[in-house]
């Protein structure tokens, strides 16, 4: 009995060989395989010489995006300067008005003052009314838009809208009894023309931000005025930047028929080649204004978006 049992322990030794080898290779494959992936880890965060002799951080997956969005930045920037370069192009050179002469009775269409000073006097006229606009429209959005102020939200966007329910040339009529002939009662009209866009989209912005981000920001123990300026304005910007392009592109076409009550600007040629009945002068004043326009919208693109 004595044999069989020594006999039976060693059969169980030999048969339990297999299983624990087949364990060590299991345990010693799974720790290959882990520092396999440790090295490789470690290879991509290590640090990779370039040829000068600095040394910089290997690239992320996700820092690899950053080359891309990089590159179309430029690309936007090239787009956007297309238009000021155009508008430049034709206040210095001469190219503009030599194509304008067929319609002009052969000759180039000509103006009392310089087409750079005409186009410095309407963009003033146009960014000092966008200012003021700014200045009432942009407070008077975050105002209606608090809670419990939705009676004046909606009368603010019936006052304001009014503004464009009138004919552009009846409101500076109006204006011109009271402010008289110049530049002031065409700065008025711009401002009522321009508050449209930015009361409007100011309002549509701060109501489309998400409940949920205020209710986040709100138990995070931001104040009401840390919520505006942190959360409610970054995110409505888009819109309100829309509503800004809009107003400004609007401004520079209105700003035109301010000519006729005396203000400097891209008006004067349009409304002495309308009395002159010379197209060519019509449209050398109109092709600049429709260019200035096109340079600001691009240009505020960049800087408020709202594409």
Known sequence: MLRKSVRSQRVER??????????????TDERNTDERNTDERNTERRDVQVPD???????????????AGRSRRPGRWLSALL?????????????????????SAGVP?????????????????????????????????IYVTRPGRAALMQLAEAVTGLGQTVPTI?????????????????LVGLILYGLVPVVSNGVSGLLGVDKAVQDAARGMGMSSWQRLSRIELPLSLPVLG???????????????????LGASGLGEPIINGLSQQNTGLV??????????????DALLGLLVGGE
């Open 242 to 260: 829309a509503g800004i392009r809009t107003s400004t592109v609007y401004n520079v076409g209105t700003a035109t028929i301010g000519a006729a």
């Open 14 to 27: 030999v048969q339990s060989r297999p299983d624990e080898r087949n364990t060590d290779e299991r345990n």
């Open 170 to 186: 009846a409101v500076l009529a109006l204006a011109v009894p009271a402010l008289g002939f110049g530049t002031l009662p065409t």
């Open 53 to 67: 002799g600095h040394v910089t951080a290997a690239p992320s997956p996700s820092a690899s995006l950053l080359p």
């Open 283 to 296: 449209l050398l004043g109109a092709v600049l204004a429709g260019l200035l326009a096109l340079s600001l």
């Open 83 to 103: 238009w000021p370069a155009l508008l430049l192009l034709c206040l210095f050179t001469p190219i503009l008005p030599r194509l304008l002469a067929p319609l």
């Open 109 to 141: 269409p000509a103006t009392d003052s310089p087409l750079w000073r005409l186009t410095l006097a309407h963009l003033g006229l146009v960014l000092g009314a966008e200012l003021i606009v700014l200045a009432v429209g942009v407070p008077l959005a």
